[in-house]
Nanobody
Framework: QVQLVESGGGLVQPGGSLRLSCAAS????????MGWYRQAPGKERELVAF???????YYGDSVKGRFTIARDNAKNTVYLQMNSLKPEDTAVYYC????????WGQGTQVTVSS
């Protein structure tokens, strides 16, 4: 049973923007902190940002000021607006609960390249 479905990735030039979406099951989403994570080739998965059920947010230093996390509690969906993208943002992006993750979804590939 698929619980987390990420979408919206793609190939974009440096300086460009993408908006990622993650549809989650209610069991995972409702009342929980939701996070976006990413894993670049050869690197460990890292937390990018999270948002509480009350919409308080946290951002990693590498994305602060460029990425914005949001959630739609009526749709059990979390978003990641990514602006001013850099080649080092290239990774597979995943959403999950934070910090107590559940089974990972398939992720969505983001490639920043000219």
């Amino acid at each position: 049973q698929v619980q987390l479905v990420e979408s919206g990735g793609g190939l974009v030039q440096p300086g460009g923007s993408l908006r990622l979406s993650c549809a989650a099951s209610g069991r995972i989403f409702v009342g929980n902190v939701m996070g976006w994570y990413r894993q670049a080739p050869g690197k460990e998965r890292e937390l990018v940002a999270f948002i509480t059920s009350g919409r308080a947010t946290y951002y990693g230093d590498s994305v602060k000021g460029r990425f914005t996390i949001a959630r739609d509690n009526a749709k059990n969906t979390v978003y990641l607006q990514m602006n001013s993208l850099k080649p080092e943002d290239t990774a597979v992006y995943y959403c999950n609960r934070h910090p107590n993750v559940v089974e990972w979804g398939q992720g969505t590939q983001v490639t920043v390249s000219s």
